[in-house]
């Protein structure tokens, strides 16, 4: 597997009418803008727009195979404190799913992080997800200073 770093560019700077560079769509389209509540829409330029807008500020890495195909995204801010990693995201090409491909992106996130002289990686976990997670050696913390809360409205 082949990773690197891809240079997304900025929201502000496409129209609906733009082409989208097609390693950037791939990857856009992969990420999904997970996490995020982004809308459907009828235009595609439009939906990238709005991952790109979701993802603003992150580094974004790809994770590609011999033919250069991209398997998996991942969305990070790196220097989110002097000590900590941010994972915000990853994802796996749904054909992919269940490979072990995951397992391949976090250990390549664990050691960039580690390159970067990074002691702790945060990340939010949806709860489907922390099986995954809990697997590789995280723990949930039960004594977080924020909670994800919501509220239905009538």
Do not use: C, W
Request: negative net charge; glycine residues 8%.
């Amino acid at each position: 597997m082949e990773f690197d770093k891809l240079e997304l560019p900025n929201a502000d700077d496409l129209t609906s009418d733009d082409e989208v560079d097609e390693d950037i769509r791939n990857a856009l389209l992969i990420h999904g803008g997970v996490g995020s509540n982004i809308p459907e829409s009828d235009n595609e330029t439009d939906r990238l727009i709005d991952i790109l807008d979701a993802v603003e500020g992150q580094d974004f890495y790809t994770m590609r195979d011999e033919m250069g195909e991209i398997l998996g995204v991942a969305g990070v801010e790196p220097d989110y404190s002097h000590d900590e990693f941010r994972i915000h995201g990853i994802v796996v090409h749904p054909e992919y799913r269940g490979s072990g491909l995951g397992i391949e992106l976090m250990h390549f996130l664990e050691r960039l992080a580690s390159n970067k002289n990074k002691t702790y990686i945060g990340l939010i976990a949806l709860r489907q997800s922390m099986n995954f997670y809990e697997r590789l050696g995280y723990i949930e913390q039960k004594q977080a200073h924020a909670a994800l809360m919501h509220k239905h409205l009538s």
